[in-house]
């Protein structure tokens, strides 16, 4: 007989099935015995009724512990009170794959003993609900992008220089020569867009920060789309574009998953274009009005991010940020060139900056003058400076740290249950 996944059951009622899967709970009733199944498509509950039921693999039911990998097959019933509308009556029990005294219990543990354990934490309900979740974020942004016509593209994870800034890299010994693990791929995400129009990269990427905060991990995947031909106001639209539609996405196929993790659906869906947009300079009065003033030419940090988000129902652009904050190779408004046509989007309810992205220097003399100002080697960068030197475009691109969407899409109070192993500042085990 073949397998059958536990979400396909309601489907075969009065039918006899076989199922795999891994024990979540076992208790005996007399001569009844429940077990509560789950192979990762769904649970079930399997009734085993006298004595007939054939046993492989086992001679006592005390040997059925938590996590115990067994095969049942049984006839299918409707049952309106399980949460699937079924549940099988057993006729035999198989053992795959014994579990005693498995390590994590229903009650609570601490967060160092969960990571420490995140091998085995995976499998309870609530993180199989994100990482479900997460999956579907994932498919949602490679369809919006591949329907719209951009072309997926690989960049290098080992690079020579950096996106960002240069405390952040994670350097390596690349054959007597240094090099980082990337930051971004975005720089030679705009080589491509030269050569196909519209691409994007999803990967993974690095940041050396050593911070301790629920927004940040040392290793991540991003999504950088770039865009030949588009300046920074079709940037922004495809941006808030791209949003509202895995937000959609999600909620329309993972609302079970995120109503079983506690998730508050509302604010979910007032997420729609356009998004509200304010300026730097709009951004500093609204905080100062708050009591939260800040000098121009600083950076916004946590607390006002936080601060300035909770005065919209939706995602929020903060635009035209200081030059001097933003990275060598953004495009300075022509009309103020003390500010960069740069903007981060802030999601609702303390997430902060999920995305953030910028019209790109296309004219080589400035992106020469920038390089000079960073201190950054014209050597290390002659590839990206030939792509204004030959044919170059206005063109305009941005990056979105899946995690933070996920913690944001999900009301996750930390980004390390976002991954299936979060590499934090003090952990890179298991």
Not at 160 to 182: C, K, N, Q, R, V
Not at 276 to 301: C, K, S
Not at 379 to 388: G, I, K
């Amino acid at each position: 007989m073949s397998n059958t996944y536990i979400k396909s059951l309601p489907e075969q009622i009065g039918q006899t099935v076989r199922i795999q899967g891994w024990v979540t709970h076992f208790r005996s009733s007399g001569k009844i015995h429940f077990i509560i199944l789950r192979d990762g498509t769904g649970v079930v509950q399997c009734v085993v009724a006298g004595t007939g039921v054939s046993q492989v693999g086992f001679s006592q039911w005390e040997e059925i512990g938590t996590e115990t990998a067994i095969s049942v097959e049984g006839l299918v019933r409707a049952d309106p009170r399980s949460p699937m509308g079924v549940e099988i009556s057993a006729t035999e029990i198989g053992l795959q794959g014994q579990s005693l005294d498995y390590p994590i219990a229903p009650k609570e543990h601490g967060t160092d003993f969960l990571m420490a354990h995140r091998h085995l934490w995976i499998r309870s309900p609530r993180q199989a609900s994100i990482l479900r979740i997460r999956a579907t974020i994932v498919r949602a942004i490679r369809g919006f992008l591949d329907s719209h016509g951009f072309i997926v593209a690989d960049p290098p994870i080992l690079t020579p220089a950096a996106a960002e800034g240069t405390t952040t890299l994670f350097g390596i010994d690349y054959f007597g020569d240094p090099a980082y693990l990337s930051q971004s791929g975005q720089l030679y995400m705009e080589a491509l867009a030269m050569a196909l129009g519209r691409v994007y990269s999803f990967g993974p990427t690095f940041r050396a920060e050593k911070s301790k905060t629920r927004r940040h991990l040392t290793e991540f995947w991003m999504v950088e789309p770039e865009m030949a031909f588009v300046e920074f106001e079709e940037n922004l639209r495809w941006q808030e574009q791209l949003v509202e539609f895995v937000v959609a996405q999600v909620l329309g196929e993972c609302g079970d998953d995120l109503l079983s993790i506690g998730r508050d659906l509302a604010p979910l869906r007032r997420v729609k274009a356009p998004f509200p947009r304010i300026t730097y300079d709009q951004a500093l009065g609204r905080l100062a009005d708050l009591n939260m003033e800040i000098p121009w030419g600083e950076d916004l940090g946590a607390p006002h991010e936080t601060a300035l988000a909770e005065q919209f129902d939706r995602p929020v652009f903060i635009t035209h940020f200081p030059t001097k904050l933003k990275a060598f190779y953004m495009q300075p408004d022509a009309l103020r060139p003390e500010v960069v046509l740069a903007a981060d989007l802030l999601a609702p309810e303390g997430y902060g900056e999920i995305v953030g992205g910028s019209q790109r220097i296309h004219e080589l003399s400035l992106l020469e003058d920038r390089l000079t100002e960073h201190q950054l080697s014209p050597e290390v960068y002659s590839w990206y400076l030939d792509l204004r030197r030959y044919g170059s475009v206005p063109h305009s691109g941005f990056g979105m740290g899946l995690e933070r969407v996920v913690a944001w899409i999900a009301g996750l109070d930390h980004v390390r249950e976002t991954t299936a192993f979060a590499r934090t500042l003090n952990r890179v085990w298991p």
